[in-house]
């Protein structure tokens, strides 16, 4: 398989603290005041079924929403102890998960809570999440290569002391449309698919190319038969593997804050990145529909 790969780079990398965890919390309705007013960031933006919406999820646990996205509740006001890093949308759009770094899971609306790492023992902070295809369980990935699953989430293998040298640590998971088959992704673009016996994958970014910052998110455009996916870097640029299309970047737009996570659009026809600062950007069929910052 050929990589194709569309990049612009430069980037800052955050780093993530660790928070205690509770099943689930309702709390109020979101506030949608620009985070420049607030000591909060942006940290996880999620599309809803439509793809005429979206949330944004700050590390102190509010949530924001855009366009046809309905809240569900918000973590605001709760003794959390460090940042939430993560969110997805359960697969309806009527409720959505949040997750800490120490791998706290909170539940929203109809997203199910089946367990989080929460109070155990973690070599390291969790970076990401992904939910199964029947929204039925998910998976969270830490920035050593662990991976937990919940529900009913498939384990098919870690990166835990697997990790090419040169490669960094892992930053994001994105889940193929099964219960079973997922890829990581770390700072330096290695990218390992896990559950498939055989097959042709992407290659890594090559070294051989060195990155001007880390990649920070992933995205999956396909499946097994047509696979490709996005990830994206902190300082806005999109890279492109296998198959899936470049719809656009800020790779040489200079965002005015890091980019700090990614999702693409229902139809995979279209992505948008999210800054630290709450700025939104849109890309291929995916609308603009506001920003936090």
């Known amino acids: 398989m050929v990589m194709v790969v569309r990049r612009s780079v430069l980037a800052v990398l ?23 007013s607030s000591n909060d960031v942006a940290a996880a933006i999620a599309s809803t079924p439509s793809g005429h919406g979206y949330w944004i999820a ?24 460090g940042p939430v890093v993560a969110m997805a949308a359960s697969p309806d759009g009527e409720g959505y998960w949040l997750t800490a770094a120490d791998g706290g899971v909170f539940a929203f609306g109809d997203a199910g809570f089946h367990g989080s790492m929460g109070g155990r023992h973690l ?10 295809y029947d929204g039925g369980g998910y998976w969270l990935t830490a920035a050593d290569g662990g991976v ?23 930053t994001g998971i994105a889940p193929f449309p099964d219960n079973q088959h997922y890829v990581l992704t770390t700072a330096g673009g290695y990218l390992p698919v896990f559950g498939f016996t055989g097959g042709s994958w992407p290659s890594p970014w090559p070294q051989s190319s060195p990155l001007n910052g880390p990649m920070i998110a992933i995205t999956n455009w396909g499946d097994s038969t047509n696979v490709g996916y996005w990830t994206a870097g902190s300082d806005g640029g999109v890279f492109t593997f296998g198959i899936a299309p470049f719809y656009g970047s800020m ?4 965002p005015n804050a890091p980019i700090v996570a990614m999702t693409a659009t229902p139809s995979h026809h279209g992505y948008w990145l999210i800054g630290r600062d709450g700025g939104v950007f849109a890309f291929g069929d995916a609308p603009f529909l506001g920003s936090a910052a």
Do not use: C, K, W
């Open 14 to 36: 955050s780093v993530v603290i660790v928070v205690l965890a509770v099943p689930a919390m309702v709390a109020d309705q979101a506030v949608a005041a620009p985070l420049s």
């Open 123 to 132: 070599n390291a902070p969790v970076v990401g999440m992904a939910v199964t």
């Open 58 to 81: 700050t590390a102190q646990g509010n949530v924001l929403t855009y366009g046809d996205a309905a809240s569900f509740g918000t973590l605001t006001g709760a003794a959390l102890n």
């Open 148 to 170: 937990f699953v919940f529900g009913d989430a498939i384990y098919s293998g870690s990166l835990v002391g697997a990790i090419p040298q040169g490669y960094g640590r892992v």
């Open 251 to 254: 790779g040489n737009a200079h």
